[in-house]
């Protein structure tokens, strides 16, 4: 079992940052692709951005140019850092990542940005 522990989400205002973190543990021989999602109230869950273990990072037009993905590998740690945040980036952000195949879920952090 792997568990996912994320960090970093508030309440912040139009043009604001935030940085949010998620660390892995557990049962962890080797972490794939580690990534971070969102779902909007009344939404669908969405890929906000995403990086492999080499480093290729892969974002959504929504937040090209504003947020930035990295991770940590010594530390099983992901980060997004989100800057020029808007009020449509309010959203429960999951942090997710791929362990031999599987997909394990972190349990969500709310961001908001008020107008």
């Known amino acids: 079992q792997v568990q996912l522990v994320e960090s970093g989400g508030g309440l912040v205002q139009a043009g604001g940052s935030l940085r949010l973190s998620c660390v892995a543990s557990?049962?962890?021989?080797?972490?794939?692709?580690m990534g971070w999602y969102r779902q909007p109230p009344g939404k669908q869950r969405e890929l906000v951005a995403s990086?492999?273990?080499?480093?290729?990072?892969g974002y959504a037009d929504s937040v090209k140019g504003r947020f930035t993905i990295s991770r940590d590998n010594a530390k099983n740690t992901v980060y997004l850092q989100m800057n020029s945040l808007k009020p449509e980036d309010t959203a429960v952000y999951y942090c997710n990542v791929n362990v031999a195949v599987i997909n394990y879920w972190g349990q969500g952090t709310q961001v908001t940005v008020s107008s």
């Open positions: 557990g049962s962890i021989s080797s972490i794939n692709t």
């Open positions: 990086i492999t273990r080499g480093g290729i990072t």
